[in-house]
């Protein structure tokens, strides 16, 4: 049994102040488990009542002076769920620390930082090439933050970073990522490749490399870091990385340190080149008389500063003016010479990349749900204290619905991203189920999460009315930020077809649903049986799809893949949100995820068909606070009624 430790009245570290503001949003309690390892651990119950500031008219509320990590029941009960025992406690004082600087000081940061964008510096005073990127100073203060304080580029490769006791896991590492996210979404494309480069070298470059560049790459002084970026697009191809046309041949006449590969010079254009001024990039490019397509690619890795000291020549031609993620510089990149060391050649270098590639759309899946959790913590926040009609706009019914929903949708894509880095880390230790389970949840999550999230973030703004549209609010920037996911490391076409490529391979789709299917019915819970039986029985339609889409042919299966791969994503989510409640209740946490599970299966998987009559479901109405609080005392029976129809149309549409 977990034990549950409020800190609502006592050691909090969010100040008095700061406990009143947070009376807006969810209610702030954080709760440490004594479960021992590995039985799954879990939950938090409310520690926060009723609204302590009581809302008013004219009131603007704001998430200034709220710890993120505390207001987030959710995040906290999949630390709880997910993170290792012998590093529960010492994770969760890092996220409480993190979440509660994220609404003043690194908000302030993040804004700043959006405003004031990189510039390029192309020459020194004495005319002289460079190539620097000048980033604001609000940027370097964030580096200092995240990269230095919290060590989140460092903690999975080397031991003792932000005060842990050895490695950190992935899971703790992606919690903090997808916390610190919800306010700086730039510098996490930074410092996702730069921690994707380090473990892409760690597990393919020559010990000699890896020993010159692993230090600096996991630094937390910022004096000795290098940061890490991957040139891949270029003007010809876009998605198509077959047609990169940059060439690569062997640079004999350049000396290299002993124990270390040769040199290999690079000329070609790289067209959309994220973090331009990266001390490390990793590149692809075709040697002389290679094969044509990805098969002919090999990797290579390009320092930005040569080992003697010399600047590696190359040049950046100029920085994109983009829509979002302004923080960082993204720019256009032409090798001349460049010097470059070969990591992997034609046949073997495409599949490396591919490992770093798929870090990095994990990366975009957690950025895009940690903007859809900022989007609903923002919206709740201002539905709370906000008068409008005589009333709380929280009070009012449709409101209600509307701030449940994306409360359901930030939780569901936040589902779904942790089992994928939970799936990742099982991978990483030689669990090779894990790694099959990994290599679909991967593109899934990019996929769905990138697309729900849109829809989330703009409906979060709608909420703040007037004042999200403009500039001094959040907001804005969420919104722009929220859709460069879906472009990044593979569009939305992209992931769907890899999602159709990764559930063929190897039987790897069945293998999925098979596990998700045993996991959601190992419930001895009657009242969460009706759910389980659900979600399995959609497990189990998605696992007949499957079969039935393999068997087309090809131009069928592609025109199908985008339905199949939301379908595959609903319904896994839907798994996982049971899961979470048989979780919940086993631990003593109560029935507030059933209610969330059984809404989510109401929405996604069995939704209402047409001229059916109105769904009578009055969980805004009756469970509102229950569900944003997380109120341990909301009964199995909140959720029994919508199960009960829920059930009956279910077995209507089979018996059909």
């Known amino acids: 049994m977990s034990e549950t430790i409020t800190e609502s009245e006592a050691g909090s570290a969010m100040g008095n102040d700061a406990r009143a503001r947070a009376a807006a949003a969810p209610s702030a309690g954080r709760v440490v488990s004594s479960e021992p390892e590995p039985a799954p651990t879990v939950v938090a119950a409310n520690v926060v009542a009723a609204n302590v500031v009581a809302a008013h008219v004219g009131a603007m509320p704001d998430t200034r002076d709220l710890n993120f990590y505390a207001a987030d029941h959710y995040l906290r009960f999949q630390v709880a769920r997910r993170l290792p025992a012998h590093e529960r406690a010492h994770g969760e004082a890092l996220l409480d620390e993190l979440g509660a600087i994220l609404g003043a000081r690194v908000e302030e940061l993040a804004a700043e930082a959006d405003r004031q964008t990189p510039t390029l510096r192309t020459h020194n005073r004495r005319g002289e090439r460079v190539d620097e990127i000048v980033p604001s100073h609000a940027y370097r203060e964030l580096e200092a933050i995240l990269y230095g304080r919290f060590g989140l580029a460092a903690m999975t490769l080397r031991d003792n970073v932000a005060g842990l006791s050895g490695r950190g896991s992935l899971v703790l590492d992606d919690a903090l990522i997808y916390l610190a996210a919800q306010v700086e979404s730039g510098l996490f494309c930074p410092l996702s490749m730069t921690r994707a480069l380090a473990r892409t070298l760690v597990k393919f470059a020559p010990p000699a490399i890896v020993a010159r560049y692993l230090p600096h790459l996991t630094a937390t002084d910022m004096a000795g870091l290098m940061t890490g970026a991957m040139f891949m697009t270029e003007k010809q191809g876009g998605s198509d990385l077959g047609l990169v046309a940059t060439r690569a041949g062997p640079a004999p006449d350049?000396?290299?340190?002993?124990?270390?590969?040769?040199?290999?010079?690079?000329?070609?254009?790289?067209?959309?080149?994220?973090?331009?001024?990266?001390?490390?990039?990793?590149?692809?490019?075709?040697?002389?008389?290679?094969?044509?397509?990805?098969?002919?690619?090999?990797?290579?890795?390009?320092?930005?500063?040569?080992?003697?000291?010399?600047?590696?020549?190359?040049?950046?031609?100029?920085?994109?003016?983009?829509?979002?993620?302004?923080?960082?510089?993204?720019?256009?990149?032409?090798?001349?010479?460049?010097?470059?060391?070969?990591?992997?050649?034609?046949?073997?270098?495409?599949?490396?990349?591919?490992?770093?590639?798929?870090?990095?759309?994990?990366?975009?899946?957690?950025?895009?749900?940690?903007?859809?959790?900022?989007?609903?913590?923002?919206?709740?926040?201002?539905?709370?204290?906000?008068v409008a009609f005589g009333r709380a706009l929280a009070d009012l019914p449709l409101m209600r619905l509307q701030l449940l929903d994306l409360l359901q949708d930030a939780e569901a894509l936040a589902a779904?991203?942790?089992?994928?880095?939970?799936?990742?880390?099982?991978?990483?230790?030689?669990?090779?189920?894990?790694?099959?389970?990994?290599?679909?949840?991967?593109?899934?999550?990019?996929?769905?999460?990138?697309?729900?999230?849109?829809?989330?973030?703009?409906?979060?703004?709608?909420?703040?009315?007037?004042?999200?549209?403009?500039?001094?609010?959040?907001?804005?920037?969420?919104?722009?930020?929220?859709?460069?996911?879906?472009?990044?490391?593979?569009?939305?076409?992209?992931?769907?077809?890899?999602?159709?490529?990764?559930?063929?391979?190897?039987?790897?789709?069945?293998?999925?649903?098979?596990?998700?299917?045993?996991?959601?019915?190992?419930?001895?819970?009657?009242?969460?049986?009706?759910?389980?039986?659900?979600?399995?029985?959609?497990?189990?339609?998605?696992?007949?799809?499957?079969?039935?889409?393999?068997?087309?042919?090809?131009?069928?299966?592609?025109?199908?893949?985008?339905?199949?791969?939301?379908?595959?994503?609903?319904?896994?989510?839907?798994?996982?949100?049971?899961?979470?409640?048989?979780?919940?209740?086993?631990?003593?946490?109560?029935y507030r995820c059933l209610l969330q599970a059984a809404g989510y299966l109401r929405r996604h998987v069995y939704p209402p068909r047409w001229a059916a009559p109105y769904d009578a479901d009055r969980s805004a109405l009756d469970a509102f606070d229950a569900l944003v609080d997380w109120d341990p005392a909301l009964p199995a029976t909140a959720a029994a009624p919508l199960l009960r129809a829920l059930e009956s149309e279910a077995a209507d549409l089979i018996g059909r």
């Open 254 to 386: 350049e000396p290299a340190a002993p124990g270390e590969p040769g040199w290999w010079r690079l000329d070609g254009e790289k067209w959309f080149c994220s973090n331009a001024g990266a001390d490390l990039i990793l590149t692809l490019a075709r040697p002389a008389g290679a094969p044509d397509g990805t098969r002919g690619l090999g990797l290579f890795l390009v320092p930005r500063v040569l080992p003697d000291g010399r600047r590696n020549p190359y040049r950046i031609d100029r920085l994109k003016d983009k829509l979002g993620m302004r923080s960082f510089a993204s720019g256009e990149v032409t090798f001349t010479g460049t010097l470059a060391h070969q990591i992997g050649g034609p046949g073997v270098g495409w599949r490396q990349m591919t490992e770093m590639l798929n870090i990095t759309r994990l990366g975009c899946a957690c950025a895009a749900a940690a903007l859809a959790r900022r989007s609903a913590l923002e919206a709740i926040t201002h539905a709370r204290g906000r």
């Open 416 to 590: 779904l991203f942790f089992e994928g880095s939970a799936q990742l880390q099982a991978a990483d230790a030689g669990d090779e189920a894990a790694r099959s389970r990994a290599r679909v949840l991967t593109p899934l999550a990019k996929y769905h999460a990138s697309d729900a999230a849109r829809q989330v973030v703009a409906e979060g703004m709608e909420v703040r009315g007037g004042n999200a549209y403009i500039e001094e609010w959040p907001n804005a920037r969420l919104l722009r930020d929220v859709h460069v996911q879906a472009i990044w490391e593979g569009t939305g076409n992209i992931s769907a077809l890899d999602v159709l490529r990764a559930v063929a391979r190897d039987d790897a789709g069945g293998a999925l649903l098979g596990d998700l299917r045993a996991r959601v019915l190992a419930t001895s819970d009657d009242a969460i049986l009706p759910a389980a039986r659900l979600a399995d029985r959609a497990l189990g339609a998605v696992a007949d799809h499957l079969g039935d889409l393999l068997a087309r042919a090809p131009a069928e299966r592609d025109l199908l893949a985008r339905r199949f791969t939301r379908d595959l994503a609903h319904a896994v989510i839907a798994a996982l949100l049971v899961e979470d409640a048989a979780i919940q209740a086993a631990s003593g946490g109560g």
